[in-house]
Structure formats: C-alpha cells, structure tokens
C-alpha cells in the first residue's frame, strides 16, 4: 500500500456555500456529528458573483471547507441538500494530493460514517 502523504488517495475536500453562519453552523456540526466529516471550516462573509436563472447576482455567502473520504460523497452531498434552503446548493469535491500523513491520516480515521 502506497504511504499516506506521498500518493493520492481516499481524501477529497468538499465546497460548499451557506447562505449565513448561522446555516454553515447546523450544516457542519450535523456532518461531523454522524462521522461523515473530519472536520468543516467556515469562512464567513464570502463575496460571491455568480449566473442564477439568467442573472448575475453578487451577494455574502459563508464558505465551508469540508474534509472526508472520498467514498462519502455522495453521503456528504444528501446531507447537504437535506439540510440546505439553498434551491440548488454547489457542492463540489476536489481531490486531495500529497500532504502531511498524520493530518491525511486523523481524517481518514475520523469518518466512519455511522
């Protein structure tokens, strides 16, 4: 088995916006609460321009950054989409490359998704 750190592997991020803090909030502690997440950054009061329904809307959104394995995305995302007032929240997942070992590997050992 290739040595965490080194190699890619299991670990992906998750982005994800929240309309507030408040939201960000509930959305992350449910998610690290039932161990399908590591861990979940927020970062609050985002600029966020975007196309929605055939306008550019500008707005503050809260940004979370969520830290899982790769095979609870699709956990991960219903969760989201459950919990979210968002009509069509971005969840999106971005690989994870190399990096520290013991970081890669407390995530790992954090998700259980029970």
């Known amino acids: 088995m290739p040595e965490i750190g080194t190699t890619p592997h299991d670990v992906i991020v998750v982005l994800t916006t929240a309309a507030d803090e408040e939201q960000a909030n509930k959305i992350a502690h449910h998610l690290v609460e039932g161990r399908l997440v590591a ?3 927020i970062v609050a009061r985002i600029g966020s ?3 929605w329904k055939g306008k550019v809307i500008q707005e503050a959104e809260t940004l979370m950054i969520i ?3 790769r095979e609870m995305f699709e ?3 219903t969760e989201i989409r459950k ?3 968002y ?3 971005e969840v999106i997942a971005l690989a994870v490359g ?3 070992p013991d970081a890669l590997a407390w995530i ?3 998700v259980s998704g029970q």
């Open 67 to 69: 830290k899982t394995r």
């Open 83 to 85: 919990l979210h007032t």
């Open 98 to 100: 190399p990096g520290d």
């Open 108 to 110: 790992l050992e954090s």
């Open 87 to 89: 009509e069509m929240p």
């Open 39 to 41: 861990c979940v950054n």
């Open 49 to 51: 321009i975007y196309r």
């Open 75 to 77: 956990r991960v995302r």
